[in-house]
């Protein structure tokens, strides 16, 4: 089934109990044995389990195209359970330019990995990077906040004639807007929180694997055993905005493409990142790689930080906060909040471009460009 009806119907069937058409959020946290000590619905205790979670990983996996997944409480609680599948000491490769949550926590909490920080838009410098072979190779693409494209086929396909397993972040793209499985990857990752959950009012993560292999089996008990899972609740709400993620996703593209190309003709705006723009120096790619271009737009305004925080202060309907994904559209002053070390350009503003009229959107950051 094409994604818009696996969205609307997949780990999702009328109760059984009540008919009720949507499904029930199950908040117990334990369930009962049968006199014989066996369990009736195979449902034990809801770290291990639940029926609203496992409707959600079924939606997930299903959407993904791969066989299973498991839902965490956050996407970064996800991508440490990746991390903590590694042993001390093992070698992973993770793009420069990654989320700056994931590289944070591979530096202060997982220092004992051996991790090393590869350019991954150049294959010449992931291939020498896989020498000696790492066991994993973390991609994410787009990247955060230029938007640079990571080839998935090649890089899969290079990491795979090392011995290396391929993780891929695929929260800014969607499962609508690229394929990892299709394209060589072995594991996929997600931050729920953002265009899954789509309303700016959950936290949720998840892991979805395209085969089952005795690394997922690993990955399914560190799940259960360090218990990062997120409530019934949590889960209820990442289905119920699942729902409409195919149309949802189709506003965020469209005012995200209007936003970018009246930004690059703007005479204050020094650069503007989006893979959907003829400019993008990775528009050939984009174009083979990406079923959707995303609701994510990054621009360099003239001159430093101040002029780009004097423009931020300026937005009326734009808010200024991180994160991404939901319907209202966020500007952010990515460097700010990435901190010292950022290496993110000080003139950079990320947009997170919403589900208002886009003209609306336009017209508020004219004015708000018209302080520089
Ligand atoms: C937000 C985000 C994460 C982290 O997810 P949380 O749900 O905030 O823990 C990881 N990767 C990307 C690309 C993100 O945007």
């Known amino acids: 089934m094409k994604p818009e009806t696996l969205l609307i119907h997949?780990?999702?069937?009328?109760?059984?109990?009540?008919?009720?058409?949507?499904p029930p959020i199950h908040l117990a946290?334990?369930?009962?044995?049968?006199?014989?000590?066996s369990l009736p619905h195979g449902f034990v205790y809801t770290r291990f389990g639940n029926p609203t979670r496992q409707a959600l990983e079924q939606a997930l996996a299903a959407l993904e195209g791969g066989v299973e997944a498991a839902a965490f409480a956050s996407g970064s609680a996800a991508t440490a359970a990746v991390l903590q599948s590694l042993a001390p000491g093992?070698?992973?490769?993770?793009?420069?330019?990654?989320y700056n949550g994931t590289a944070n926590s591979v530096r202060q909490v997982f220092a004992h990995l051996d991790a090393q920080f590869v350019d991954m838009t150049d294959l010449a410098a992931v291939q020498a990077a896989l020498e000696p072979a790492p066991a994993l190779v973390w991609l994410e693409t787009p990247s955060n906040p230029t938007l640079r494209l990571t080839d998935l086929a090649a890089v899969s396909s290079l990491a795979h004639a090392a011995g290396a397993l391929v993780v891929c972040d695929n929260t800014w793209a969607t499962p609508l807007g690229q394929r990892p499985f299709d394209l060589g990857v072995d594991l996929v990752m997600h931050s729920t929180t953002k265009y899954l959950g789509g309303h700016s009012d959950v936290l949720g993560g998840a892991l979805i694997t395209k085969t089952a292999t005795p690394w997922w089996q690993?990955?399914?008990?560190?799940?259960?055993?360090?218990g990062a899972v997120p409530s019934p609740f949590e889960c209820w709400l990442i289905l119920r905005g699942m729902q409409s993620l195919a149309?949802?996703?189709?506003?965020h593209c469209a005012n995200a493409l209007a936003v970018a190309e009246w930004l690059a003709q703007h005479p204050k705006v020094e650069a503007v990142h989006y893979p959907g723009l003829a400019s993008h120096p990775q528009f050939e790619l984009a174009q083979r790689q990406m079923l959707l271009m995303g609701?994510?737009?990054s621009f360099e305004v003239v001159g430093g930080a101040a002029e780009a925080i004097a423009v931020a202060a300026q937005v009326k309907l734009w808010t200024r906060a991180t994160s991404l994904g939901g319907p209202e559209s966020l500007i952010e002053h990515r460097a700010t909040l990435e901190g010292p070390d950022s290496p993110t350009p000080p003139a950079l503003l990320r947009l997170s471009v919403g589900l208002e009229h886009s003209d609306d959107l336009i017209a508020d950051l004219a004015q708000a460009l018209a302080v520089l």
Not at 29 to 37: M, N, Q, Y
Not at 247 to 251: P, V
């Open 90 to 98: 093992q070698r992973l490769l993770l793009p420069r330019d990654c």
């Open 218 to 226: 690993r990955l399914k008990q560190i799940h259960v055993l360090a």
């Open 247 to 251: 149309y949802r996703l189709r506003g």
């Open 10 to 22: 997949a780990g999702r069937s009328v109760d059984a109990a009540t008919s009720a058409v949507t």
């Open 295 to 297: 609701g994510m737009v």
């Open 29 to 37: 946290s334990t369930f009962e044995r049968a006199p014989d000590g």
